[in-house]
């Protein structure tokens, strides 16, 4: 499977801050899909974009499905300590197949 | 709520035992994935099932194999581990969407 680019690996931010986060890939998806991982937990579905120029919200949490279809971004507003975690970014070209993964941005956050 | 379980969280095996690592997931799903995740290199692939007794090899199947007797179970062995296959294992399941939705993950040890 393709590796996506996901950018920035780690971000270090304070509370009430917004966050971004974007992935890019050599070829087109389907969907787009936003995952975060806590420690010792496997990865929890956050978003799922299904059209290009799509933009989908989730709480604080909004991404958006680039219109090339080779990118997607995640913003995080007002981050709060819970947001602590690694988000994944993943790319998917047909249904039930596996996913093609970006290495993960670590997010923290300080009170 | 889609649950996906694995047998173990944390698992210590000496190098060259057999290991069997168990995945069962409550949706009915026909696809099931097992996954590696190793610091730096994100999630890999190494088999996936898109029906019972059908699997096929993802991105690094050397040294692992699997075995889907029934649709809610999927197993992941190593036949003879080694310590290079120390790492977090991760399993999945999709229906016909593309959403993929995890089980907690299990951390190998191979001593």
């Known amino acids: 499977g393709q590796q996506l680019n996901q950018s920035p690996q780690s ?5 009430g801050e917004d966050v971004s986060m974007n992935c890019t890939s050599s070829s087109i ?13 496997g990865p929890v579905l956050l978003i799922a974009l299904y059209k290009a120029g799509e933009l989908t919200s989730n709480g604080r949490l909004t991404a958006q ?15 709060i300590p819970s947001d602590v975690g690694i988000y994944f970014c993943a790319g998917q070209l047909r249904s039930g197949y596996a996913l093609n993964f970006g290495k993960g941005t670590s997010l923290l956050v300080t009170p | 709520d889609v649950k996906v379980t694995q047998s173990s969280r944390y698992l210590v095996k000496r190098t060259g035992e057999k290991v069997f690592l168990e995945c069962v997931q409550d949706m009915d799903h026909e696809n099931m994935f097992w996954y590696r995740q190793d610091p730096g290199l994100g999630l890999r692939l190494i088999y996936f099932s898109y029906d019972v007794k059908m699997k096929e090899k993802g991105d690094i199947p050397e040294g692992y194999s699997v075995s889907r007797e029934k649709k809610e179970r999927f197993s992941l062995i190593l ?6 296959q120390t790492s977090m294992y991760l399993c999945a399941s999709s229906g016909n969407t ?5 089980g907690p993950g299990t951390r190998l040890t191979v001593t």
Do not use: H
């Open chain 2, 79 to 84: 036949e003879s581990a080694s310590t290079n």
């Open chain 1, 11 to 15: 971000m270090f931010i304070q509370e």
């Open chain 1, 65 to 79: 499905f680039g219109i090339t279809r080779k990118d997607s971004f995640l913003n995080i507003s007002a981050s």
């Open chain 2, 98 to 102: 593309y959403e993929q939705y995890f």
């Open chain 1, 29 to 41: 998806f389907n969907t787009w899909l936003w995952y975060k991982q806590e420690p010792g937990e």
